[in-house]
């Protein structure tokens, strides 16, 4: 009796499987793999495990630069990678890409999946840190992505465009699969409430993710008089270098310019509460997967005209699109929806059948596991 094909998963944080690629793993169980999950355990080892998931602990950061510790973790993996000898790894954001494609070369894997959930800071940001090491990530990108029997599957256009034009990545080995799916049983549609109208931005409090803006553009719409509340939805990200300080939201809690609800896990109970969904980022979205629950809940979206939201947003169709950090486009386009509410409803119910069409959890599965096995028949 043949054994069943061992599938790997590395994703630097517990909650980040959780909420993206956990229902993929089970549903990749269920097609007759055996699932092995390398990440740093914090909160959700025993949701996990739970599963019938083994869990691999492993101790990296995300903003560790000291070479020595990134050596180590590399090490690590390389060590795990040869002890499980898993027939295919799929590796999830820039550093297990980096890291888990290095380690599946010299551990002789046969099968190798790199999904980029966007380009994130490294590629858009203006920092010198970032633009010290792009250079020196797509050197890694063109030596560690193009081997035979390997994908990399990119959330937007866009993204896959960048890599493939620059040629850190030959055409052949990309693969477009659209967001991480949102289960349309769980996230479902819901009469607005009654009351003051209420926007929402449920993220990372990141800088890039355009807090600022939101936050700017909650004032403007106030001062001309519109009645409305603001709320931020998530914490900071010490991982990140745009992380916002806690001292700084609780400020501007505490001025009453927006409401800070801090980190929850009851999102479709939030997005009903929601009579608009923001999200004014200039980060490198892969396709932002609150925008596809907003959506799928019937919710209008107000998003910034950037890779990854144009996906799952249609401008004039299920949201409006506004230039990145343009305040005043972003508070009129607020506006306009807090005024009309049969636009929003117009608007919410179109998202809702783009979502069905298009980002479905079952059809990102579906892609995902034919990707899986036509790797491994080759």
Excluded at 28 to 41: D, H, I
Excluded at 42 to 69: A, M, T, V, W
Aim: glycine share 6%; proline share 6%; with cysteine.
């Amino acid at each position: 009796m043949n054994n069943p094909p061992k599938l790997l998963y590395f994703v630097t944080e517990d909650w980040y499987f959780c909420s993206h690629r956990l229902a993929l793993a089970v549903a990749a169980q269920q097609a007759g793999f055996e699932v092995l999950v390398v990440t740093r355990v914090n909160r959700h080892g025993d949701l996990i495990r739970s599963h019938g998931l083994k869990l691999i602990p492993i101790e990296l950061s995300r903003r560790s630069r000291n070479p020595f510790k990134e050596l180590a973790v590399i090490w690590q993996l390389l060590a795990i990678y040869r002890k499980h000898k898993p027939d295919i790894v799929h590796h999830v954001a820039l550093k297990p890409v980096l890291y888990g494609s290095l380690a599946a070369r010299l551990a002789g894997v046969p099968a190798v999946v790199n999904a980029l959930a966007g380009l994130g800071f490294l590629f858009v940001s203006k920092r010198l840190l970032a633009r010290v090491l792009r250079p020196l990530v797509e050197t890694a990108f063109r030596l560690l992505l193009n081997r035979s029997r390997s994908q990399v599957i990119f959330q937007n256009p866009d993204d896959q465009g960048l890599l493939v034009g620059r040629k850190l990545l030959a055409p052949e080995r990309a693969t477009l699969i659209r967001g991480s799916g949102v289960d349309t049983h769980v996230f479902t549609p819901m009469p607005e409430t009654a009351g003051i109208p209420l926007v929402i931005l449920a993220s990372r409090l990141l800088w890039d993710k355009g807090v600022a803006e939101f936050v700017a553009a909650a004032q403007q719409v106030n001062a001309l008089g519109v009645i409305a509340r603001f709320a931020l939805v998530g914490v900071g990200d010490p991982e990140n270098p745009a992380s916002i300080p806690d001292a700084q939201l609780e400020q501007w809690h505490e001025l009453g310019i927006i409401e800070w609800w801090g980190r929850r896990d009851d999102m479709p109970q939030v997005l009903a509460q929601a009579h608009i969904v923001c999200l004014p980022t200039s980060y490198g979205e892969g396709v932002p997967k609150v925008l596809i629950e907003a959506a799928a809940c019937g919710r209008p979206i107000v998003a910034t005209d950037v890779p990854g939201c144009r996906e799952i947003v249609r401008h004039e169709e299920n949201g409006l699109l506004v230039p990145a950090k343009d305040v005043d486009a972003l508070a009129l386009a607020i506006r306009r929806l807090i005024a009309d509410k049969v636009l929003r409803q117009t608007m919410g119910a179109r998202g809702r059948e783009l979502v069905e069409a298009e980002f479905s959890i079952e059809r990102v599965i579906g892609q995902t596991l034919q990707l899986y096995q036509e790797l491994l028949a080759l």
